[in-house]
């Protein structure tokens, strides 16, 4: 693949409905995805969903920038252990791993976006036993997964009891949103489950849901770089 870029303007706010995207094939057999934003070729800045078939793998591979990603369905494999929907993984840079799967899965995974500091940590968080505490007001809870102490990032699964509203302050460093399930209503727009959403930082948008119908998202803030 040459050197792509696919809403590689962070400026910009971006809304996809993933459902409704095509598979591409990988260069992996067994192996395809649906490309979200990415800079670079093969090896590249992405985001992406990947899914991979009952059998299939990746050859082993390093992360020279890291790699996060969310199992979606299915369960992932690699020498670390086998994953099942709900697990939240982050691989630090400089880590190394063989992906695999025997049932097959589907991951949404982020490449290449960690600072080569020594300071990330490898995790491997289940998040369907994991402890949901308060958002802040009622109706709103969140499993914190990640949220080092210098503010650059700040990751989690969030969600809102039909009937709840919260008002987002401005964006610092922009957000990005993956609805899971149910149905999310941002600034008045409706968000099925599979939308992903990125605001660019200063953006400032509420989150909501209708009166009988909850939403559990994946959310990470304050990352996004300056347009490029």
């Known amino acids: ?21 095509p598979w591409v094939a990988s260069p992996m057999g067994g192996v395809e995805r649906r490309m979200l934003d990415r800079i670079g070729g093969e090896v590249a800045r992405a985001t992406t969903i990947v899914r991979f078939a009952p059998g299939s793998a990746f050859s082993p591979h390093d992360h020279a920038l890291g790699e996060e990603f969310l199992v979606l369905d299915g369960v992932f494999q690699d ?37 080569d500091d020594g300071l990330e940590p490898l995790l491997h968080t289940d998040t369907m036993h994991g402890a949901w505490t308060s958002g802040g007001r009622p109706g709103y809870e969140r499993q914190t997964l990640y949220a080092p102490d210098d503010g650059r990032e700040f990751v989690a699964l969030e969600r809102l009891s039909p009937g709840t509203s919260v008002d987002e302050r401005a964006l610092k460093g922009g957000e990005e949103i993956l609805v899971l399930d149910g149905l999310l209503i941002q600034s008045g727009e409706r968000h099925p489950a599979g939308a992903w959403i990125r605001n660019p930082p200063g953006a400032s948008l509420s989150l909501e849901t209708g009166p009988d119908l909850g939403c559990t998202f994946w959310v990470k803030r304050g990352h996004l770089p300056p347009a490029m």
Not at 1 to 12: C, H, L, P, Q, V
């Open 1 to 21: 693949m040459n050197d792509t870029r696919i809403n590689a303007d962070f400026s910009e706010r971006v809304v996809i409905d993933t459902n409704a995207m």
């Open 79 to 115: 020498e670390h252990g086998d994953f099942g929907a709900g697990s939240y993984i982050r691989n630090p840079p400089g880590s190394r791993h063989t992906p695999a799967t025997e049932p097959g899965c589907t991951i949404f995974v982020k490449l290449r976006q960690m600072r």
